[in-house]
């Protein structure tokens, strides 16, 4: 099946500054890599993905590249806000696997004002 | 659109009582449904996938006996909790796939299971 890690595992920057956050994935069928953000208590909440057909997508701060060959891929937030603080989570959907998403193990981005 | 409820939000209950948990889609046919726990601090493991109207097929290690799933229909499948223990405690989440979606799943918002 596919694993998923996931860099670093606590990530605290100021305010104004970018995050960076990774994942690599195993499988090479992998063809679908979303991100979540998720509060304390509340559901993980999609902010941006990516399919295998695309190098990059970017939805205003922030942005989402892929690189196929390595089998890894990463989010970008730019600008961050105080806001922006909660666990982010990668994950990778495996073609045939009728949807099954898995996991990485998540990242506690902290923003301070 | 696309939004998936869950009931209850939390739940206490005695060690060995059973739970059941509800996972609805509200405005769209959920042909796949999926159940994920999450402990704390950590991230979310799939149990099970369930297919409307097909047996549910449960991730390894996790006891198809003691996590009883149903998707009778297409706007709902339940997760039962049977003879719940401490080590059950955790946050359990649905997620909803509709039929034309390969790829988008939506996240009920989760319930909250304490087990005494």
């Known amino acids: 099946g596919e694993n998923v890690e996931q860099h670093p595992s606590t990530l605290s920057v100021q305010e104004g500054d970018s995050a960076v956050i990774k994942c690599t994935y195993s499988d090479s069928a992998s063809n679908y890599f979303p991100w979540y953000k998720q509060e304390l208590g509340k559901r993980p909440q999609l902010i941006i993905d990516i399919r295998s057909n695309v190098g990059e997508k970017k939805d205003q701060r922030i942005a989402v590249t892929l690189n196929k060959t390595a089998k890894h891929f990463s989010l970008h937030i730019t600008e961050t806000q105080p806001e922006d603080s909660a666990v982010y989570f990668c994950a990778a959907l495996l073609r045939a696997s009728y949807g099954k998403l898995t996991f990485g193990q998540g990242t506690i981005l902290t923003v301070h004002p | 659109g696309a939004v998936v409820s869950q009931h209850p939000s939390w739940v206490i209950c005695k060690s060995g009582t059973s739970v059941k948990i509800e996972c609805r889609s509200l405005?769209?046919?959920?042909?796949?449904m999926f159940w994920y726990r999450q402990f704390p601090k950590q991230s979310l493991m799939l149990m099970a996938t369930?297919?409307?109207?097909?047996?549910?097929?449960?991730e390894q290690g996790v006891e198809k006996d003691k996590f009883l799933i149903n998707h009778a229909s297409l706007t709902l499948s339940t997760l039962t909790v049977t003879s719940a223990h401490p080590e059950d405690s955790s946050f359990y989440i649905c997620s909803a796939r509709a039929r034309a979606e390969i790829y988008t799943q939506y996240f009920g918002p989760g319930t909250r299971l304490t087990v005494l």
């Open positions: 369930s297919n409307e109207g097909s047996k549910a097929t449960y």
């Open positions: 405005d769209f046919q959920a042909t796949t």
